[in-house]
């Protein structure tokens, strides 16, 4: 089994910057496609930017250039960079498998785009 734990979120000013962790368990982490989403309020949860195991990366057009998604398999750790922050941007993030069956959804980190 994989475990996923999200950290880095907090208050930032739009322009600003922000970088989330999401650090893995287990000895599998290498063949997963992984990708960060988001859910704000009242809406649905979101595919903002994946990344499979060779390192190509998607995103959603809203993020796109803007947000960076990367991954160290040796950390077994998925991180995501955030520039230019918008308030349309605050939500929970939560990383997990891309495709698929999804794992048990962490507990997310938050993200709050405010002046």
């Known amino acids: 089994q994989v475990q996923l734990v999200e950290s880095g979120g907090g208050l930032v000013q739009p322009g600003g910057s922000l970088r989330l962790s999401c650090a893995a368990s287990?000895?599998?982490?290498?063949?997963?496609?992984m990708g960060w989403y988001r859910q704000a309020p009242g809406k649905q949860r979101e595919l903002v930017a994946l990344?499979?195991?060779?390192?190509?990366?998607n995103y959603a057009d809203s993020v796109k250039g803007r947000f960076t998604i990367s991954r160290d398999n040796a950390k077994n750790t998925v991180y995501l960079q955030m520039n230019s922050l918008k308030p349309e941007d605050t939500a929970v993030y939560y990383c997990?498998?891309?495709?698929?069956?999804?794992?048990?959804w962490g507990q997310g980190t938050q993200v709050t785009v405010s002046s």
């Open positions: 997990n498998v891309a495709g698929g069956v999804p794992l048990s």
């Open positions: 990344i499979t195991s060779g390192g190509s990366t």
């Open positions: 287990g000895s599998t982490f290498s063949i997963y496609v």
